[in-house]
């Protein structure tokens, strides 16, 4: 079985990032509201943008996770296969904060 890490573009511009093993069964739960509290049941239509097939949904899950972490810009190079942007925007994370909080670290001793 395969599973895919997917992003939809809302209606209103925003992204979902999802993991799904049946990609069109998916995107119909969101555009019908199978799930009343999910991100996209008050932002349809939803289209998909991008989708990587994953070995397996563990796999699929971290690459959501991970994904879900990244800025705007980030996602949107993804969608557009700007893979020189996505290194151009995590060098740029990188520089600002050590830290995934934004938090300067701080180090003991």
Known sequence: MKFSVYILECS???FYVGH???MRKRIAEHNVVAFQYCWTASRRPV???FQQLMPSRNE???AERQI???SRSKKRALIEGKWQDIS?????????S???TGRPST???
Do not use: E
């Not at 151009?88 to 990188?94: H, V």
């Open 20 to 22: 799904t093993d049946d």
């Open 107 to 109: 180090s003991s001793g």
């Open 68 to 70: 879900k972490g990244w």
């Open 98 to 100: 050590s830290t995934p």
């Open 47 to 49: 289209q998909l943008v």
């Open 12 to 14: 209103d511009g925003s």
């Open 88 to 96: 151009t925007f995590a060098k740029t994370y990188n520089t600002r």
């Open 60 to 62: 699929a899950f971290q």
